[in-house]
């Protein structure tokens, strides 16, 4: 068994945490000020640029394939990277991308909203919860009718991110009430907001926030659908199953770095004439974080690793979903208690993770729809106790 990274890994991972170290943790403090004055911390115009920059380094397009100009990276490289950029609190991320269900146009839907998107001339968003459906996303509602050569698309979506700045969605509809989303009857459409969809902003606990997607008798050619007919349900899961494992990659770089600002808080600051470091009680809910980190860390390594192997990886990455989600959530809040009356300021990064990071436990499946995939998994046999090493 071998638990260390390869040297070409070692350097991908070394070279984006120099560029996350030198070119993107000097906003910070910027950052911190505007979202404190309801803007957003980082301009699109400014994160474009960053991007840029980035690619200039090699970095662009971390899951995209090489003949659209990527890099194509193993997902355990993917995570790797993920992890860095969860380091700063500065919303950045490597451009060059696109949502991975985008590949399943034809070429004529690749040139009108692949291709910009990754560039980032475009913008889209992924629409399928709505009002009356999240966590059971089949018993979406939204109803597409044909109407000659269109579809004629009314409902609402709800919680999208992205929605108020994207100029095109991607919308899982009904095509067939009789046969039910998952049986074939949602259909995937590339929906341009030009087309007559309006959004509307939903304020969260978060900085920024998602926006409901309204529409109303939305006219959308034939050629718009995305894949097949049918095939609408199959590719929102494949949508979010991305998410599975670079949610958890994502939040062991936010525990690491918050974990770091506790660890030289302990060290330095003083109680009753001595370092709180020496303190049995911070000293535990260093340890605890420190263990928690580091299991969080294999299981998202173990299920991009899966990815890589072509496995089916939906088990390993609820797995690392559920654990990271929670993991980080519980060293932000030791982190936070180890700064105390400091950690509840906005000052500090501290108080803007523990409202950030509470998402990670809700969207893209809550942790009881993991633990329902995880348990109906084992009680049907799918997965043996131990995985790979049973
Ligand atoms: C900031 C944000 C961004 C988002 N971005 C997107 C996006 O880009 N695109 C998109 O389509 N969606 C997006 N979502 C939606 C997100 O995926 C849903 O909110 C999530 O799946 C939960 O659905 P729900 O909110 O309807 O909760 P519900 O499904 O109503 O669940 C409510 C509670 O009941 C629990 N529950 C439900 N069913 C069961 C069960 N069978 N057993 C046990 N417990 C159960 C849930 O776990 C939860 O605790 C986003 C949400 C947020 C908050």
């Not at 341009?192 to 509307?200: I, L, P, V």
């Amino acid at each position: 068994m071998d638990f260390s990274l390869s040297d070409e890994e070692r350097a991908i991972r070394d070279t984006a945490r120099q560029f996350i170290t030198r070119e993107v943790m000097p906003l910070e403090q910027e950052a911190l000020r505007r979202e404190r004055a309801h803007r957003p911390g980082l301009e699109r115009s400014e994160l474009r640029e960053l991007q840029l920059k980035a690619r200039k380094f090699g970095f662009w397009g971390l899951s995209t394939p090489v003949e659209y100009g990527g890099m194509d990276l193993s997902a355990v490289m993917q995570a790797l990277i993920v992890t860095e950029t969860g380091r700063t609190f500065v919303q950045f991320g490597f451009g060059g991308e696109a949502d991975n269900i985008l590949y399943y146009g034809n070429d004529e839907q690749k040139r009108e909203y692949l291709l910009p998107t990754i560039e980032g001339d475009r913008v889209s968003c992924f629409a399928i919860t709505e009002p009356g459906a999240g966590s059971d996303a089949a018993n979406i509602k939204l109803s597409a009718r044909r109407d000659g050569d269109d579809w004629v698309l009314n409902g609402e979506k709800t919680f999208i991110t992205n929605g108020n700045d994207a100029d095109f969605a991607i919308v899982v509809a009904v095509t067939d009430p009789e046969k039910g989303a998952r049986n074939g009857g949602a259909t995937a459409f590339l929906v341009d907001r030009a087309m007559g969809w309006r959004s509307e902003f939903i304020q969260t606990m978060g900085e920024g926030g998602p926006a409901s997607l309204i529409f109303e008798d939305v006219r959308v050619p034939q050629r718009n659908i995305l894949g097949e007919l049918g095939q609408g349900f199959a590719l929102g899961m494949t949508w979010i199953g991305k998410g599975r494992y670079l949610i958890p990659s994502h939040a062991l770089g936010i525990a690491e770095r918050a974990l770091s600002m506790a660890l030289e808080y302990a060290n330095t600051r003083e109680t009753f004439g001595r370092r709180i470091g020496e303190n049995q009680a911070i000293q535990w809910m260093l340890a605890d974080s420190e263990v928690e980190l580091e299991a969080a860390r294999w299981l998202v390594l173990r299920a991009a690793w899966a990815v890589d192997q072509g496995e089916d990886p939906r088990h390993s990455s609820s797995m690392a979903k559920l654990y990271g989600a929670g993991m980080v959530n519980r060293v932000v809040d030791r982190v936070l208690q180890i700064h105390g009356g400091m950690g509840y300021t906005r000052e500090l990064p501290i108080e803007r993770w523990y409202r950030q990071v509470r998402l990670m436990r809700i969207y893209e499946g809550t942790d009881e729809m993991q633990r329902l995939i995880i348990a109906r998994d084992l009680l049907r046999g799918y997965t043996k106790i131990g995985g790979t090493l049973a």
